[in-house]
């Protein structure tokens, strides 16, 4: 059965590699008014909708399979075979290191995956010698075969069971392929020179290749009194790129519950 193809239109900032000189940041708004396209041992994918209600769409060749958060699909088509890799454990081999459970979907034919909210999508384009990324533990959405990740905790004492730590994926030495990554709202980057430090709250982190540890701040004064006062943070040091989304999905829950009426108000 004869796929169709994508039309060759393409802004394809994240998988033609980052050229910013250290120390700038972009964003993503070039990539807003443009789809981005490309391919990849066959199989041809396009961004479209950037960069707050953002699909991706992939034309699968005979017999390919793409891993795919579970969840994420929009469509696929009839001839598409889905296969889905959850366990009861998942949540708890997510702390110990396991791998998270996926759903695969084998070709041919076309899928439209999306993430849960408004964002954007970036294709990571992996390479067994090139940096060594790091994902936040919402930005994965989906990835070519030869891309294999592990998953960590990482946390100030009960901090992360209080859900103030953090828990990221690792991409595993020797993959090959294309990560596609999601995030909550806008995406800038931040490429730091050696030894250059950047702090980040854990809540706007997407991807990184710095090296990172993190970190308890407490602030004072006038804004401290309005907050708790402290939270955790990563602190990276370069050289290394972050990506950074411009929500946080913590900040957004606690506006949507403030909106909703109180108990009795009817």
Known sequence: MPVPQFAVQSNNLAAQGI??????????????????????????????????NTILSLLLPQGYPLQAKPGAMVTMAGTVQVKGNFSKGAFLKAFTGGEMSVSTFTGPGEVVLAPEVWGDIFPLRIEPNGPQWVLGKDAYLAATPGITMSSKAQGLGQALFSGEGLLV??????????????????????????????????????????????????????????????????????????????????ALGQWIRAQLPASGSY
């Open 19 to 52: 050229n910013n000189a250290p120390g700038q940041h972009t964003d993503s708004a070039a990539a807003q008014t443009q789809n981005t396209v490309g391919n990849y041992e066959g199989m041809q994918y396009r961004i479209d909708h950037r960069d707050s």
């Open 169 to 250: 994926r690792s991409i595993k030495p020797g993959s090959q392929g294309v990560l596609f990554v999601q995030s909550l709202g806008a995406v800038f980057e931040r490429r730091l020179a050696a030894n250059e430090q950047l702090i980040v709250d854990n809540g706007h982190l997407v991807a990184w290749t710095c090296s990172y540890k993190t970190e308890r701040i407490k602030a004072s004064g006038f804004l401290g009194g309005m907050h708790t006062g402290e939270g955790i943070v990563c602190r990276f040091t370069g050289p290394g790129t972050i990506l950074i989304q411009t929500r946080n999905p913590e």
